[in-house]
């Protein structure tokens, strides 16, 4: 570690949460340098949904590697992207009746973003781009302008007006319908809320803290969206790539928006990549109008390759399925055992967590968890939340064990706080 | 090409200038599934200055994956990180006695440029940034700021007023010093030009039609910068990494700049990877304050150390000084031979071409090129310049091999002239 | 009007509503060149709340110009300057226990609310300003920015990002309160909201269609703001000077901003005047860091300083809350009579008027005002309220007569449309 | 004063300059609360070319109001404003093939200036405007935006960015062509200069430190823009109405600008009132686009109708003329007299000055000037530039008086500078 704090910048942050040197990994398994073995409930922050290193994918990899297929090429046609685009189109695409055309922006998320953002733009003429609260999108200038976070925006250093942010499903409390109040700023020609070129989502805002819109929701959001001219964008880089159960976050609510961004886990491999689904008829850019050095990726297209093949069967569907009840089940026993943590069970699918009243707790359950062996993230404005990403094939034994160490951890910082209770 | 068609985006470019698909590579050697056989003197437009698939990088990848190294862990500590830190800063930090802090954003050119506009203005507390006519610095919201080409600026939707483009050296003819200029912008408080958090600047103008800044004016920029309080960034990354014949492109100007931007020939492989250098005074980042899914990919540090080795003698750096002579050599008698082109030498190292007067006739070239097997790009503003990027290491017969091919090209576009005026 | 038609840009508006060329005007009457008498509904949008041309004023005004008093000074110390300043301490500020510096900007409403903004911004070091839906503050960039109207804004031709729209007291029905609302972002550091210098306020919304904030709103809505450490402006531009039967218009709710802006009817006379007022901690000014020509216009002073005199006994105050009940009484009734207007009782104090469900209604109702010789304006977001400002000092007898025009006229549209209903 | 400083705001600035208590005023003679008597070289920087309270103007405006002539109208038809058009038609327009619609924003000279560039952004699409270093065209958020000075920018707190400044005539010295260099920008697609929609200059730069365009520069800058399709604006508030020697400042260069804005001395009387000028064919505006309360103030359009009639004959202009000469040749012999001050005599007709190599100077000259009863302003960007600005109505002798209080004054500030120098 001696290396790391003498040469790399301030900016680093996981490794100080976990402060070892990790040498290798294995499916659900990390290791580190002196040999002791974590169990990974953080999953590449959902870029590794396949685990690590998968067997197949690595096979196939090093085969493509050692015959010297070619590793880039920018936006040339090779056969490792045509191989791609006729997998995603033959397993993902056809099945659920979608026709998109795909674009392969830069290899990371938030480049998917900011060309999505473009792309509405060009298409409405328009500037506003409207987002939700505790939204996060990325955070190159763009993305940000989407994003909701006050730390993060502030370090644009810039006012970055162009993002308006609108209250997400149940920001306002039960009451409130936040559909019929952006209804109502939309409709209204005197609301001061200029006509936007795109409403950007994530059905479940990850980094904002676990919320997950309802499949109602999510199907009156597209909704007004047609009604009011609005380009709808999903960006499914965290909740999409069979993260909640489905290939799509938003299978289940049978929509199909204008433009998706995908990243994280579309190599399977934890290889950078992204892709930018986009309506056939508004696929109106020009030739090299957005561009980008590692944009299609060959390494990447040949691991995603193998990983979309999983999906031709229902049979992951179903495993994530059963693995999301076993997650849901110990959250809610947890958030009862223990309310004094006003404990609030949040996510779909396998990016589930809890959030809990006291924003000082889930660090520390990160903490415990990590000398438990557990690696585990928080998530939400204040880190509220304990946040659990495992991979979607992890071995139902090690899912348990995980949610049990989970367990032992809550009570460990909870035990923790009866001294200083007692001494006060 | 069909599914290309079919499938992928109207976005997409290169595959229309080279509409073949490509299945293999290995050095300065391109492959297409009809095995056809193509020199490269495009090189990735400037990722691959090793040339494709070096077999010792490639060994030390495979053996990596075979390992089950971890391949992607976010910026964790990792083992294949800690080398490549400890690689850069022996083999190329301290030899020139240069201090910095790397940050690894995500992994590309755009997220790095991003990541310093961001540093820059936290440092600062300033919003604007100045940047050079013809500069390319990305596609991302804050890149575009700073670049100048009308076509992808107008591409972001949105008026990108935080970047002041300044003339670079040469724009206003030899008569005008642009530094003076700048600097009557800067001392004036009357002159409207804000007073800005940073400049940005390309050395050599890869992109904007391979305008190479000289060694003085680099210097009086800087100087100029230290005297206004402004940070001087330097986005090297398409002529970093031993592209003009040092690793860093301003290291004949003896500057050392407040921050510098690397990425594409970085990995060495092709891979997708990107480091920002930052004097130590203004690590000022908070953690996890710019971040990525992507960021610090194992895979690519482990080429990236490979790479490095190559710097650890002067060896290279011969090399491609001896290549950027017999190119500057070939491009000058060119030049001369046929006056008719009003072509001019620009460029510097092994970043160099033509810049012909009338715009329509080097994509003609760049076909009549491909026509004979070579892989040979054009930048500009109008896309106007011949531009030669081999890979650092090609074999020299290779080299003249793709030199006279440009001549044929060259000859072969100007006799198809003829006819047209003949029969006008 | 031909001169009018011919040689005026079509940017005229009013003169396309009323159209005959006025010559005279006095107290609540106006004159055309054929001799015609108009009664006056209008009051110069609100800048003649003491009728045209008050005989006391134009006295002083025409003695002022007779001795040579000094016309322009800029903001040069003059005797009428002195004047005005201690007038307006002694009869408005002090006996409401209200201290406040006086800043005159350039002499129109929104060179007030560009003052303001500024100001804000400077005290807080902050960019983004709040507003409310359906406010007006001004037509230059800075105020549009604060403003609601979609046509408005839309006319700046840029992207007006600094501030954010939130939602009115009572723009999302009953059940939902709008300062809890505003609370939830601002206290939510994940919610995009980034925190504002300033919040700017109307407590009625009369150009955005006579809605009034109640008394607890505009408390609840102060407290929030310091809570926040956000200032509290309040244009009173329209709203103040009487018209709400107070000088100020929150009076009633006990609140003391942070800054106010004054104009319209300051001078009393219809001579251009505005003004800001200043918590003294916040006057951070450097001198003439905010200027303008025809700030402080002198004659302006004389006027303003005879029109403030009328606010030294309670008796103005008292006239217009009588005459403000018989407004109400009257449009309540005209409400009840004729339910298939749905029409809506708005406003406060004598700025009242009737919202129509039917947006087409309202401008027929002006037309028949106008053809029975009332000058009558509509408002809102699509024309669609009725809208009465009399002066404030008008005969009661003449308003009166007013109200049974207006109901005439409701009577005329409401009759000419049977035959179309009847046809159909 | 005492009330002043207590009372107004620390923004107030030119009574700090000329700490007494104006009174009266008349020709360029000003009184102050104690009966002393000051010679105007200021004229309310440029709103009094008539000077103060011409006896012609002020029967016809007092006659006006004692006939209750209408004072506020907004945009309704009244006699005094078709008086107006049709003068400033018949006297101004017409005489010189001139052909415009003619607006009336709010009534002072920034508010014109922002109605022109909303007018100049919606003809064109576009939003980038591009003014001069060292501009000055008011104080809103709008009107900053295409101004220089850094001070004034800071003022807007937020950042400024749709505004693009370029040399001004002179800017970069004799060898450098300012009209050159802007086509270099505009010609050159990858600049980074989007494609604006106006060009707003003033002929002279009274604000700015005096800086006079030359006539063949307005001329190159007109067709500059008509190639590139950009629109022209002069803002002619404070070199036109005759101050430069004719009606409008740019009558020498025989140009045609597509946008004039007048204010200042458009009155006549120090009145406020302003005025944009509009190639019919650009005059798209939507009625009510753009608006203001003041907009059309009948007093105004009374005294500047009498105004106007002034330039019925030549006999103005050639006063003018006359009096610029005396004002040259005194300056120029100063310069001449003490080579110490390194003094360059600036601006054009009765706008000149005296700029000063040490900035610390002027100032001084200003205090001793008014210690003489002088009024006299500075300018510049630091201050550095003594600037004479009388009445053109001026008697012949008072304005030699001034010109021999200047010199007094001049060498009063020299002398005062002997001891230190001695005591060094």
Redesign the interface.
């Known amino acids: 570690?001696q290396?790391?704090n003498e040469?790399?910048?301030?900016?680093?942050?996981?490794?100080?949460c976990?402060?070892?040197?990790?040498?290798?990994?294995?499916g659900h398994t990390?290791y580190d340098?002196k040999g002791n073995e974590y169990l990974d409930f953080f999953a590449?922050?959902?870029?590794?949904n396949y685990g690590?290193?998968d067997p197949e994918m690595?096979r196939k990899?090093?085969e493509y590697?050692?015959?010297?297929?070619?590793?880039?090429?920018?936006?040339?046609?090779?056969?490792a992207?045509?191989t791609f685009?006729?997998t995603?189109?033959e397993v993902i695409l056809k099945p659920r009746q979608m026709s998109y055309?795909?674009?392969?922006?830069?290899?990371?998320?938030?480049?998917a973003v900011?060309?999505a953002?473009?792309l509405?733009?060009?298409v409405t003429g328009r500037?506003?781009v409207i987002?939700?609260?505790?939204?996060f999108h990325?955070?190159?200038?763009?993305?940000l302008?989407?994003?909701?976070?006050?730390?993060?925006?502030?370090?644009?250093?810039?006012?970055i007006?162009?993002?308006?942010?609108m209250?997400y499903d149940g920001?306002?409390g039960d009451?409130?319908d936040t559909i019929e109040?952006l209804d109502?700023?939309l409709t209204?020609?005197?609301?001061?809320?200029?006509?936007p070129?795109a409403i950007i989502t994530e059905t479940v805002q990850a980094e904002?803290?676990l919320r997950a819109a309802s499949t109602g929701w999510l199907q009156r959001l597209q909704e007004l969206c047609h009604r009011h001219g609005i380009l709808h964008i999903v960006d499914d880089?965290q909740a999409g790539c069979g993260r909640t159960g489905t290939f799509f976050s938003f299978e289940d609510a049978g929509i199909k928006p204008d433009i998706v961004c995908l990243?994280?886990s579309l190599s399977g491999?934890?290889?950078?990549l992204a892709l930018?689904l986009?309506r056939p008829e508004l696929?109106?850019?020009?030739?090299?109008?957005?561009?980008?050095?590692?944009r299609g990726?060959n390494?990447a297209f040949v691991t995603a390759t193998e990983a979309l093949r999983r999906w031709e069967t229902p049979e992951l569907a179903g495993q994530i399925e059963a693995k999301a009840a076993t997650v849901d089940t110990a959250l809610r026993a947890m958030a009862n055992e223990y309310p004094e943590l006003k404990a609030q069970v949040r996510g779909r699918g396998l990016v589930k967590g809890l959030a809990l009243r006291n924003p000082k707790i889930a660090p520390k359950v990160r903490e415990a968890a990590f000398e438990r062996n557990l690696i585990l993230e928080t998530s939400?404005?204040?880190g509220e939340v304990v946040k659990l990403l495992p991979p979607l094939t992890i071995d139902p034994d090690a899912l348990e064990r995980g949610l049990e160490i989970i367990e032992e951890s809550l009570l460990a910082v909870l035990d923790s706080r009866v001294p200083a209770r007692a001494s006060a």
């Open positions: 570690m290396v790391i040469l790399e910048s301030e900016v680093r942050s996981y490794c100080r976990w402060p070892v040197t990790f040498t290798r990994a294995s990390l340098s590449g922050a959902g870029a590794l690590h290193n690595k990899l090093v590697l050692m015959e010297d297929g070619i590793v880039h090429s920018l936006d040339m046609a090779t056969v992207k045509e685009l006729n995603f189109n055309k795909m674009m392969f922006p830069g290899p990371t998320g938030t480049n900011e060309a953002l473009k509405a733009r060009k500037g506003r987002s939700f609260t505790n939204a990325g955070m190159t200038l763009g993305s302008s989407v994003s909701g976070n006050a730390t993060k925006r502030k370090g644009a250093g810039v006012m007006g162009s993002g308006v942010p209250p920001y306002l009451k409130v109040y109502r700023f209204d020609s005197g609301s001061g809320m200029d006509a070129a904002g803290g880089i990243s994280k491999f934890g290889l950078p930018v986009i696929d109106v850019w020009n030739p090299g109008e957005h561009n980008g050095t590692f990726h390494p939400g404005p204040r």
